[in-house]
């Protein structure tokens, strides 16, 4: 019994933070850039500091039709923002928060689970761009193929060189054997590893997919109502899932001043710093294009992956 209680228990946790930690990324993202660019709309709904412009999304989403285009692959069309969406919440299952077990569930080979997983949501706007008979969609669904293709590897390298460094592939694992030098020792990885994620979500820079001024929206074009709102819903997951994992793999995770009792708020004072960079960069940066986003890729970040990869297992040697 009590162990059925403590599954339901966390389960339970981990259904919360997803439900929660999106919307507030979300919201945040509105403030930070009415900050920053001078945004005053953002500013005044519901009167103090905007506090209810989430709110105000929400109803405006759901107030609208929701429409199939006629020629589309209905089913495929219709599955697509949950395929976009679902993954996220399976990863975060495996994202140890604290200390002493503090964690949905503990799986052995962790982060080989959470980048197949990861991987899985980007198939959404693979399936959305297919489905919608669209050539402006089909368009950005090829887009976000070729991206994901360029960038899972680096993604992969990076996180390769964690596992090499800690001898587990566990995540739970990783963090306990992390040592506050491997912050300096794994920079490079860090970077190669963030940069790739916010590929991979589709973020600003890396937001070709969805090129407004070039095709629309990409792989959303056709899509209104609530099923654009959870593609909106499965970007914003997919920030809290990117920045999680850097902190866990590359930050400490809940290691800092009194862990035994903070770990958890580590954890997440770390991963709202990642957000805040995530925003940053979208409001500081122009568009790549996608020739540049293949450069990036293929000849900058798959070499410092690589050359993270030697060199952790140079310090390996050393320090055995």
Not at 151 to 176: C, F, Q, R
Request: proline share 5%; with cysteine.
């Amino acid at each position: 019994m009590m162990d059925v209680l403590d599954v339901a228990w966390r389960l339970l946790a981990v259904l919360l933070a997803f439900l929660v930690l999106p919307l507030v990324v979300g919201q945040a993202e509105h403030k930070v850039m009415a900050h920053m660019q001078g945004r005053v709309g953002p500013m005044y709904a519901g009167g103090f500091h905007g506090w209810a412009q989430l709110v105000a999304d929400g109803v405006k989403f759901a107030q609208k039709e929701d429409v199939v285009p006629a020629d589309a692959d209905r089913r495929v069309f219709q599955l697509a923002p949950a395929v976009a969406l679902i993954p996220y919440l399976l990863v975060l299952i495996a994202i140890p928060v604290g200390p002493d077990g503090m964690v949905g569930q503990a799986i052995d080979a962790g982060i080989f689970f959470v980048l197949a997983v990861m991987g899985v949501g980007v198939l959404g706007s693979l399936m959305g761009g297919w489905a919608s008979a669209n050539k402006f969609s089909l368009l950005g669904g090829l887009r976000t193929a070729a991206q994901l293709m360029a960038y899972e590897l680096p993604l992969l390298l990076a996180a390769a060189s964690v596992a090499m460094a800690a001898g587990t592939l566990s995540l739970p694992g990783i963090l306990e054997a992390f040592e506050w030098w491997w912050v300096p020792w794994q920079i490079t990885g860090a970077l190669v590893f963030f940069t790739a994620g916010l590929a991979e979500l589709q973020r600003p820079p890396f937001d070709a997919p969805i090129a407004d001024s070039e095709i629309i929206f990409g792989a959303y074009t056709e899509y209104t109502g609530l099923r654009f709102a959870l593609f909106l819903l499965a970007e914003y997951a997919g920030i809290v899932v990117l920045c999680a994992l850097t902190t866990v793999l590359f930050l400490g995770g809940w290691h800092g001043p009194f862990a035994a009792d903070l770990g958890w708020l580590w954890t997440l004072l770390k991963t709202s710093v990642l957000a805040f960079v995530v925003i940053w960069l979208r409001v500081s940066y122009p568009r790549l294009r996608e020739d540049q986003l293949q450069r990036l890729a293929w000849t900058v970040l798959v070499p410092l992956a690589l050359f993270q990869i030697a060199l952790t297992g140079v310090v390996k040697v050393v320090i055995q």
